[in-house]
């Protein structure tokens, strides 16, 4: 079993004013490999991802798993047939005839890598988060791609839940535990419905 890595708890305020309480881990490849594996190989029905950054989300969802996940000069590629996607989360050289400078690999790769639990400001729902995601981020901070995991408080098609439901943070709490060795979030929130 792969040892847990160390995890860093912090909270931060968002430019909306929302609060994010962020899990944050050392992105190394082997563990960002691993996870993103998993995700896209066992789990993609349940994510919705792509980039998140001020004035334009990206939300793709993949109804069947990728063709072919590979990795190759630090890029983790996940095949989905008519599309696909690169991520940088390990050394990229580039080739003899165009080697990547130093700088610039840097810059590309995977920098910070956190679990992402967001409220809003004030809180809505009596204090319900409005996400749970992952996020990474590259070599200067700029964010790289966010998987949007299942809320509790939305239904699968994304509209708000009449009552919560707790079971859709089964993803949530199994990348907490078996990818960072984290307790399970237990849910509800106080204030909410069981």
């Known amino acids: 079993m792969r040892t847990p890595p160390v995890v860093t708890q912090r909270e931060e305020r968002q430019p909306d004013g929302g609060l994010a309480t962020l899990w944050e881990f ?3 490849r082997e563990r960002l490999e691993a996870l993103l594996r998993d995700l ?5 029905r349940d ?4 980039p998140c950054i001020q004035g334009a989300v990206f939300e793709c969802h993949a109804e069947h798993p990728p063709k072919r996940v590979g990795y190759l000069d630090g890029y ?3 095949d989905f047939g008519p599309w696909h996607l690169h991520l940088c989360i390990g050394e990229h050289k580039g080739d003899k005839r165009r080697p990547c400078p130093p700088g610039l690999a840097a810059w590309r790769r995977c920098g910070r890598a956190a679990l992402v639990r967001t409220f809003a400001d004030p809180p809505a729902a009596g204090h319900a988060p409005v ?3 992952l996020t990474l981020w590259n070599g200067r ?8 995991l299942p809320n509790p408080c939305l239904t699968p098609e994304l509209r708000p839940a009449r009552t919560p439901d707790w079971s859709r943070l089964a993803l949530w709490n199994y990348i907490r535990t078996a990818h960072l060795g984290l307790a399970e979030d237990p849910g509800p929130f106080e204030g909410l419905p069981a």
């Open 76 to 78: 983790l590629t996940a």
């Open 131 to 133: 996400s749970y995601s």
């Open 40 to 44: 896209f190989e066992n789990h993609c």
């Open 141 to 148: 901070g700029e964010q790289m791609i966010t998987f949007f």
């Open 47 to 50: 994510l919705i991802f792509g």
């Open 26 to 28: 050392a992105p190394t």
